[in-house]
């Protein structure tokens, strides 16, 4: 099946700063990539839509401009976190999806942790 | 979006076969059903879908009535190594639109 690859695997940065967290379609183009939290013993929350080279569409209760969403290629989306605090400390979760493919791909996802 | 129901949790022992059950009652005529499978710290991994009757690959069945009302995922001969949260999403590949995940169920596989 199709890979998608998270970079960083978890990070852990002080409170204030920004966070950017990279999704990579390794072997396939995604035109549509989904990005979602989870916070401990919850299901996974979508935060955005981004589709290739347009805006990314945000759930309702996310901030855009918190977290900054650019999906700049067919390959690559990252999601950016801004001045992070700690009710930020989630783990992050991305998904790419062809058209032509019926299932969503999934990253391994990035642990953040914000002291 | 279609709305999933499935149980928090199931406990089995090693050796049996597991069935989940999922409930998504306003299914569209073009949302397939697709089931993963999430351990700790780890991103989702596919495990099955379909759109009707029966499917079945190397790690699961996929069992949907004729209504398309329910679904059935069945784990033969689990281990404890299927000890995970699987979840059940009704949803379109037409759309770019995401799946929408439900709470899952917690399979506990016991010794």
């Known amino acids: 099946g199709a890979v998608v690859s998270q970079h960083p695997s978890w990070v852990i940065c002080k409170s204030g700063t920004s966070v950017k967290i990279e999704c990579r379609s390794l072997?396939?183009?995604?035109?549509?990539m989904f990005w979602y939290r989870q916070f401990p013993k919850q299901s996974l929350m979508l935060m955005a839509t981004s589709n290739e080279g347009s805006k990314a569409t945000y759930e309702q209760g996310v901030e855009k401009d918190k977290f900054l969403i650019n999906h700049a290629s067919l390959t690559l989306s990252t999601l950016t976190v801004t001045s992070a605090h700690p009710e930020d400390s989630s783990f992050y979760i991305c998904?790419?999806?062809?058209?032509?493919?019926?299932?969503?791909?999934f990253g391994p996802g990035t642990r953040l942790t914000v002291l | 979006l279609a709305k999933t129901t499935q149980p928090i949790s199931m406990d089995s022992y090693e050796g049996q076969e597991v069935n989940i059950t999922c409930s998504h009652n306003n299914i569209a005529t073009n949302d397939y059903i697709t089931w993963y499978q999430q351990f700790p710290s780890q991103g989702p991994r596919f495990i099955i879908q379909?759109?009707?009757t029966k499917v079945t690959n190397e790690v699961a069945s996929l069992f949907i009535p004729a209504d398309r009302k329910s679904s059935t995922l069945s784990l033969p001969r689990v281990s404890l190594s299927d000890t995970a949260v699987y979840y059940c999403l009704v949803g379109s590949s037409g759309s770019a639109r995401q799946l929408t995940f439900g709470s899952g169920t917690q399979l506990t596989v016991l010794p």
């Open positions: 998904s790419a999806r062809d058209l032509s493919f019926y299932e969503q791909f």
């Open positions: 379909g759109y009707k």
């Open positions: 072997d396939f183009q995604a035109t549509t």
